[in-house]
T-cell receptor, first 113, second 114 residues
Framework: DAKTTQPPSMDCAEGRAANLPCNHS???????VYWYRQIHSQGPQYIIH???NNETNEMASLIITEDRKSSTLILPHATLRDTAVYYC??????????????FGQGTELSVKP | GAVVSQHPSWVICKSGTSVKIECRSL??????MFWYRQFPKQSLMLMAT?????????EQGVEKDKFLINHASLTLSTLTVTSAHPEDSSFYIC??????????FGEGSRLTVL
């Protein structure tokens, strides 16, 4: 079973920041948090991942709480092309080298003009 | 970034026939590949983990005789849906793990069984 819970849907205005929350209260000490997104009828696209520190790349920022029980994905300036289902995933087993990704239900983000 | 290719991207077959879907890592070697299934409006469900040169490990509830997985080389894994029926119609997605642990997904293969 997935170890994450996310709101089923969210709306965001174009140009504004999209903040997508995720709860993973049962996460273990060496389990990483990954974020992927899926645009309709395509394969998932990697966004970002982290263990305990906040992370930033060209796509997004990942904020992980100190107790690691929740995290937030931030898209700083959402565009219409960011409309997708966003999955927060705890990588189970094997740290950042092994293990597998068990998908939860994700958040359907709609970016509106 | 690394590329994972699936073929075919879509396939339509008659009930009772078998269908093979290929997953290739185009520019890296993948000792481990994963197969997922996704029904409309639902999330991805992990079916099995495929390790090069050994038998696949299936998730609970997935019939190994129904979904045959072969991972004969470091760049190719195949999923064969045997004696397909309409309820097997789904979006099948593979993922490949590179040497540094990164996971890359294919674009998916849509199977429709008539």
């Amino acid at each position: 079973d997935a170890k994450t819970t996310q709101p089923p849907s969210m709306d965001c205005a174009e140009g504004r920041a999209a903040n997508l929350p995720c709860n993973h209260s049962t996460i273990s000490g060496n389990e990483y948090v990954y974020w992927y997104r899926q645009i309709h009828s395509q394969g998932p696209q990697y966004i970002i991942h982290g263990l305990k520190n906040n992370e930033t790349n060209e796509m997004a920022s990942l904020i992980i709480t100190e107790d690691r029980k929740s995290s937030t994905l931030i898209l700083p300036h959402a565009t219409l092309r960011d409309t997708a289902v966003y999955y927060c995933i705890v990588r189970v087993g094997g740290g950042n080298q092994g293990g597998k990704l068990i998908f939860g239900q994700g958040t359907e983000l709609s970016v509106k003009p | 970034g690394a590329v994972v290719s699936q073929h075919p991207s879509w396939v339509i077959c008659k009930s009772g026939t078998s269908v093979k879907i290929e997953c290739r890592s185009l520019d890296f070697q993948a000792t481990t590949m994963f197969w997922y299934r996704q029904f409309p409006k639902q999330s991805l469900m992990l079916m099995a983990t495929s390790n090069e040169g050994s038998k696949a490990t299936y998730e609970q509830g997935v019939e190994k005789d129904k979904f045959l997985i072969n991972h004969a080389s470091l760049t190719l894994s195949t999923l064969t849906v045997t004696s397909a029926h309409p309820e097997d119609s789904s979006f099948y997605i593979c993922s490949a793990r590179g040497s540094t642990g990164e996971l890359f997904f294919g674009e998916g293969s849509r199977l429709t069984v008539l």
